[in-house]
């Protein structure tokens, strides 16, 4: 039985102090429970250690929401695994479609980048997703095979539970538009069988897959029900406590 993921991508949002008040009272929230799902939170960079150390102790586990793939060098601006491992990040978002969009990652970029995450033992939560003309033109499962297969092109995990990919329809983020439970699950029993025939049978059944796209409390638990859903990544729900409570109370 795989154990069910909630993740948040807070994106742009909250600074460090912001940061603080929110973890404490997220535990204080969820309690001492160790239980279903793996909660996951990705605050802004500068946001990280306030988050880790907030966290310490609990079911809460931190995430970065980039990285770069080299471990050190003249790259203004950025920041490698090697610092993301060291701070105490466990997991680190890659491939996130506004990344895609508005600073040109590609799938090759994103293939580096899932490299270095596993070089630092890092978890790599790996998005794809295809946009709403790509859906209406009938490119969905394209789409979808060409960012997988790019993502992971020479790579070979051997641990299922160390590889995160995350289904987010492109047009469903931020939209307010979700994908159905049948869409959804669709393109995952997808993502489920091309895995199987990279990696093989066993080691996709127990990949968790997530969906990305204007998660809510009120259709978090119908789409969670579906048989190849583990979870969500979720965006702009994530930021308020209620409401992010709610999706992981759906999750279990």
């Known amino acids: 039985m795989k154990k069910p993921i909630v993740a948040g991508n807070w994106k742009m949002h909250k600074t460090p102090s912001e940061t603080g008040r929110f973890v404490r009272e997220l535990r204080e929230r969820l309690g001492a429970t160790t239980l279903n799902p793996e909660i996951i939170i990705a605050p802004p960079f500068v946001c990280v250690p306030v988050a880790v150390e907030a966290a310490a102790g609990s079911a809460v586990a931190v995430a970065c929401q980039n990285l770069h793939w080299e471990d050190k060098g003249a790259y203004t601006g950025e920041i490698s695994g090697a610092m993301i491992k060291d701070v105490g990040c466990t997991h680190v978002i890659i491939g996130h479609s506004e990344r895609r969009q508005y600073f040109g990652e590609t799938d090759t970029s994103v293939n580096k980048k899932i490299a270095a995450a596993l070089r630092h033992d890092l978890v790599p939560i790996f998005c794809l997703g295809e946009t709403l003309g790509e859906r209406e033109q009938g490119m969905t499962f394209d789409v979808v095979i ?64 997530l969906y990305g796209g204007s998660i809510k409390p009120s259709n978090a638990a119908e789409l969670f029900a579906a048989e190849d859903i583990d979870g969500g990544l979720v965006g702009g729900a994530c930021l308020q406590i209620e409401d992010f409570v709610g999706i992981i109370e759906a999750a279990r």
């Open 146 to 209: 060409r960012q997988l297969h790019g993502g992971l092109s020479d790579i070979r995990p051997t641990d299922p539970k160390r590889l995160v990919i995350a289904y987010e329809p492109v047009w469903a983020i931020g939209t307010g538009k979700t994908a159905t439970q049948e869409q959804a699950q669709e393109v995952h029993a997808f993502l489920r069988g091309q895995l199987s025939g990279m990696f093989g049978s066993d080691f996709a059944q127990q990949v968790r897959i």
